[in-house]
């Protein structure tokens, strides 16, 4: 009676086993929401550094970026910075740039945080469930990373034609 009550233990913790399995296995789906959040997100950081990119080269006080190097050069010198003649204006764009700089690390955590915990984009188990699941088998990393390719190739093929249309070709 007992080899029988250890035989029917086993089979239960396999189908335990085999259930828990099943119920952790990564569907397509699922790496679409992870792929659409990572596009997502990887838009947005090229959204903040265009704005970055704005904020020097459209300030007419760096002169097309320039001078902006030049303040970057010297910054935290006081010699360099006298040398370069950098002004109090300049001081005062330099920082700006700077401070908005140093705020994108927390901004851009949060942003994707917000896009992970949303239920409706993607929710955090579904997240760790991914993650570890492209950790633990080299063949679901390499799918969602195709399917990542493939949707920002997918938006670039969009956006030439949006621009082809807009240029009246």
């Known amino acids: 009676m007992k080899k029988v009550l250890l035989f029917g233990a086993l089979f239960a913790f396999l189908g335990l086993a085999a259930y828990a399995q099943e119920v952790e296995k990564v569907t397509d789906e699922d790496l679409a929401k992870y792929a659409n959040v990572e596009v997502t997100f990887d838009n947005y950081v090229t959204s903040k550094t265009e704005e970055l990119k704005s904020m020097i080269l459209e300030n007419e006080i760096f002169q097309g970026g320039g001078r902006y190097n030049e303040i970057k050069a010297a910054w935290g010198d006081d010699a360099k910075m006298t040398e370069a003649k950098v002004t109090e204006e300049e001081k005062a764009a330099y920082i700006e740039v700077k401070d908005f700089q140093e705020s994108l690390q927390g901004v851009l955590k949060e942003y994707k945080t917000g896009l992970i915990m949303d239920e409706e984009i993607l929710g955090a188990g579904t997240y760790n469930k991914v993650l570890a699941a492209t950790k633990e088998d080299p063949s679901v990393k390499e799918k969602l990373d195709t399917m990542i390719a493939e949707m920002k190739a997918k938006q670039e093929a ?7 249309s807009t ?3």
């Open 158 to 164: 969009e956006k030439e034609d949006t621009v082809e």
């Open 167 to 169: 240029d009246g070709k």
